[in-house]
C-alpha cells in the first residue's frame, strides 16, 4: 500500500495553491500540505459557516491565505500568477446539494465557469507540473444501482448540484483535449469522492454536523431517508488519494486526463441511521435520534457508492480506516472540543494517527 508519509516528502519546499481551502476538506488538505514543509496558496471565499475549521485553525496565519472568487477570471489569473505555483488542487465548489435546488444560477457558475476558470489559469501559467481537479462522486447519473460506479461510467445527475459536477468533468475533458494534450504540458487528472466525515465539518444539510447541533442545543436527531446509503470515510482518506494521485502523475504512473475514485470498499455501506445513531450514542444519548417527515420535494438518492478498484491496483491506494474507526475518530473530535481542547491539536493527533498507522 502506498504511504501517505513518504507521498508527501515530495511536496516539501514546494509551492501548492489550493482552491477552496477555507472549506472543510480544503482546511484538511492546507494544514496537512503545509505542516509538511510545502509553502501553501489558499485561494477561495470567506468560510460559509461560523464557527470554521479553517478560521479554528488559524490557517490565515500558517498559509498565504488569498480572498477570490473563481468565476472572476481576471482576478484569478492575477493570483496565479502572484502565487506562481508547482502544484494546484482545485477544491473550490458550491458544495450543497439542497442550495443547488435554491440557487442553480450560483451553483453552475462556480462549478462549471469557476471550474473552466481554474483550468485556463492553469494553462496559462508555466509554473504549474501538476494539477488534481476534484470533482465528486455525484458527478455519476446515479441509477440506484448495488455495484459501485467506475470512472468510465455514464456521467449526469438529477439534481442541479449533481449536474454540475458532471459539468465540470466535461470541462476538464475539454481542457485535456485542448490545452493538456502534448508533451511538456502540465500533467492533470480528475478526482472523485463522496460523502467525508470528520472533525470540524459545520456544513448545513450534512450528516455529522447536524447530529452534532442538535446536540448542543439539547435537542433530538431528526433524520430524513433513515435508510439511504453512502460511502461514508474519513476526510484523510480521499486527501490521500489526492495527494498519491498528484505524486502518481507526476511520476508517470498516472496517465494525464485520467479520472480516479477514491472510496471506502463496497462492502463497507451503512445508512444514515446507523451513523446518527452512532454520533448519538458518544455524547451519551443513544435514545436521541428520530425519523421525520421529510418536507421538501427535493430528490436525495437513496444509494450511492464508487468502485476504486482502478486507485488500489494503479495508484497503490487504499482506506486505512474501517467504518469503527472513522466514526470513533470523527465522534472524539467534537468531544473533545466541546470539553475544552483545540481544534488545531485535535487535527493534528488525527493526521499524526492515520499517518503512522
Known amino acids: 500500500m502506498a504511504s501517505l508519509a513518504a507521498d508527501l516528502k515530495h511536496f516539501a519546499g514546494r509551492r501548492v495553491l489550493i482552491t477552496g481551502h477555507t472549506g472543510f476538506k480544503g482546511s484538511w488538505l492546507a494544514l496537512l500540505l503545509a505542516q509538511s514543509g510545502a509553502n501553501v496558496t489558499g485561494i477561495a471565499l470567506p468560510p460559509e459557516t461560523s464557527p470554521s475549521h479553517f478560521t479554528l485553525l488559524k490557517l490565515d496565519t500558517a498559509i498565504d491565505s488569498r480572498e477570490c472568487d473563481i468565476r472572476d477570471l481576471s482576478r484569478l489569473e492575477s493570483e496565479f500568477k502572484r502565487a506562481n505555483p508547482e502544484v494546484v488542487f482545485h477544491l473550490a465548489a458550491q458544495a450543497f446539494v439542497r442550495k443547488s435546488y435554491l440557487d442553480p444560477h450560483t451553483t453552475f457558475s462556480t462549478n462549471v465557469l469557476g471550474s473552466a476558470n481554474v483550468l485556463e489559469c492553469i494553462s496559462r501559467t508555466p509554473s504549474v507540473q501538476t494539477h488534481v481537479f476534484v ?8 441509477k440506484e444501482q448495488q455495484h459501485g460506479y467506475v470512472e468510465t461510467d455514464e456521467l449526469g445527475g438529477i439534481d442541479p448540484y449533481s449536474q454540475s459536477k458532471a459539468g465540470a468533468e466535461l470541462v476538464f475533458a475539454g481542457y485535456c483535449a485542448s490545452k493538456f494534450n502534448r508533451a511538456g504540458t502540465t500533467r492533470v487528472a480528475s478526482a472523485r469522492a463522496g460523502n467525508v466525515i470528520g472533525g470540524g465539518d459545520w456544513s448545513p444539510d450534512r450528516l455529522i454536523p447536524d447530529c452534532i447541533r442538535a446536540l448542543e442545543r439539547g435537542n433530538d436527531i431528526e433524520i430524513r431517508n433513515p435508510h439511504a446509503t453512502r460511502p461514508w470515510q474519513h476526510v484523510l482518506e480521499p486527501l490521500s488519494g489526492y495527494v498519491r494521485l498528484a505524486v502518481a502523475l507526476e511520476e508517470g504512473v498516472a496517465e494525464t486526463g485520467s479520472s480516479w475514485n477514491f472510496g471506502p470498499p463496497e462492502t463497507a455501506v451503512h445508512d ?12 451519551g444519548r443513544p435514545d436521541a435520534v428520530k425519523v421525520g417527515k421529510d418536507s421538501s420535494a427535493m430528490h436525495e438518492s437513496q444509494l450511492l457508492q464508487l ?32 470539553d475544552g481542547l483545540h481544534a488545531v491539536d485535535l487535527t493534528r493527533d488525527d493526521i499524526k494517527a492515520y499517518l503512522t498507522r
Open 135 to 142: 470533482t465528486s462522486d455525484k458527478c455519476y447519473k446515479n
Open 272 to 283: 444514515v441511521h446507523e451513523v446518527a445513531s452512532y454520533v448519538a450514542s458518544s455524547w
Open 307 to 338: 468502485n476504486s478498484a482502478k486507485a488500489h491496483a494503479r495508484l497503490a491506494w487504499s482506506t486505512r480506516w474501517d467504518f469503527a474507526a472513522t466514526m470513533n475518530r470523527t465522534t472524539s473530535w467534537y468531544n473533545k472540543l466541546r
